[in-house]
Nanobody, 123 residues
């Protein structure tokens, strides 16, 4: 599956942004999906994930309560709604796909990655 992330840009602290990830290829609905991010000079880190039908979601601690991951299998789309933005949310955000089942937070579990979309949050 091929992925393309979009929706990044400049946000203000306390504001919101919604990232989108468009998938192409066969059997998108078979894939578990995740969002990761990488800030300058930092390692890539897990943000959120959901299973193939969206019935289970997983969040890193910093995302819990502020971010919401969702998917629309009819449109081959995954979203990351980010609220209450903080300057430390500044990073390149990547969507990823894999058939995982467990360990959604491990980037090695994912087989396909989008190109990333830059989110910059000003204070």
């Amino acid at each position: 599956v091929q992925l393309q992330a979009s929706g990044g840009g400049l946000g203000q602290a306390g504001g919101s942004l919604r990232l989108s990830c468009a998938a192409s290829g066969r059997s998108f609905s078979n894939y578990d999906m995740g969002w990761f991010r990488q800030a300058p000079a930092k390692a890539r880190e897990f943000v959120a994930a959901l299973n193939w039908d969206g019935s289970r979601t997983y969040y890193e601690d910093f995302a819990q309560g502020r971010f919401t991951i969702s998917r629309d299998n009819a449109r081959n789309m995954v979203y990351l709604q980010m609220n209450s933005l903080k300057p430390e949310d500044t990073a390149v955000y990547y969507c990823a796909a894999g058939i995982i089942g467990h360990d959604y937070g491990d980037y090695a579990s994912y087989e396909s990655w989008g190109q990333g979309t830059l989110v910059t949050v000003s204070s």
